[in-house]
T-cell receptor, first 109, second 115 residues
Framework: DAKTTQPPSMDCAEGRAANLPCNHS???????VYWYRQIHSQGPQYIIH???NNETNEMASLIITEDRKSSTLILPHATLRDTAVYYC??????????FGKGITLSVRP | NAGVTQTPKFQVLKTGQSMTLQCAQD?????MYWYRQDPGMGLRLIYY???????DKGEVPNGYNVSRLNKREFSLRLESAAPSQTSVYFC??????????????FGSGTQLSVL
């Protein structure tokens, strides 16, 4: 897998947007960027993924820079239930997803 | 719509005991995976099954065996449990194996303690 780098933690206020950064400077042209999250004690949950265009779904938006070396996951209106560990992953084709330590997002009231 | 179901949710074993963790998915997925997660760590892949009838080692296979019983079910067996195997175990599935455009669906985990 292409290496990803995430800060260990961040926080945001409830109702505000949470912007979670990820660096993946060694990404190749055909590699996707995935985001998963893990709420305490639960199994990881798929959030979103993208190749080079920005993506949006009911959970979040994914902004990928033009050079694809970094991306930002945006939770537009964070709630307390969004407190979790968020994993940014870039898997190679024919390779298994590798989960690092992720970024711990704390949403404060 | 159950998704990925794991049993049991909790288990306590004594060193040397054996047990099997069960996993079933109802999404007609071809590929299934077993991960373990230790405190403060990311998930590490133990074994995976790219398709029915095949299994392969992941990052940390020692001390474990797996069986892909059919398309739905993928079990993980500890033949002689050791305290180092105390962990939370997650089963996952995906439609296909290894594609860069594939997403995984996870079960809720089994918390295993080996005394």
């Amino acid at each position: 897998d292409a290496k990803t780098t995430q800060p260990p933690s961040m926080d945001c206020a409830e109702g505000r947007a949470a912007n979670l950064p990820c660096n993946h400077s060694t990404i190749s042209g055909n590699e996707y960027v995935y985001w998963y999250r893990q709420i305490h004690s639960q199994g990881p949950q798929y959030i979103i993924h993208g190749l080079k265009n920005n993506e949006t779904n009911e959970m979040a938006s994914l902004i990928i820079t033009e050079d694809r070396k970094s991306s930002t996951l945006i939770l537009p209106h964070a709630t307390l239930r969004d407190t979790a560990v968020y994993y940014c992953i870039v898997p190679l084709a024919n390779s298994k997803l590798t989960f690092g330590k992720g970024i711990t997002l704390s949403v404060r009231p | 719509n159950a998704g990925v179901t794991q049993t049991p949710k909790f288990q306590v074993l004594k060193t040397g005991q054996s047990m099997t963790l069960q996993c079933a998915q109802d999404m007609n997925h071809n590929s299934m995976y077993w991960y373990r997660q230790d405190p403060g760590m990311g998930l590490r892949l133990i074994y995976y099954s790219a398709s029915e009838g095949t299994t392969d080692k992941g990052e940390v296979p020692n001390g474990y065996n797996v069986s892909r019983l059919n398309k739905r079910e993928f079990s993980l067996r500890l033949e002689s449990a050791a305290p180092s195997q105390t962990s939370v175990y997650f089963c996952a599935s995906s439609e296909y194996w290894g594609g860069s455009n594939e997403k995984l669906f996870f079960g809720s985990g089994t918390q295993l303690s080996v005394l």
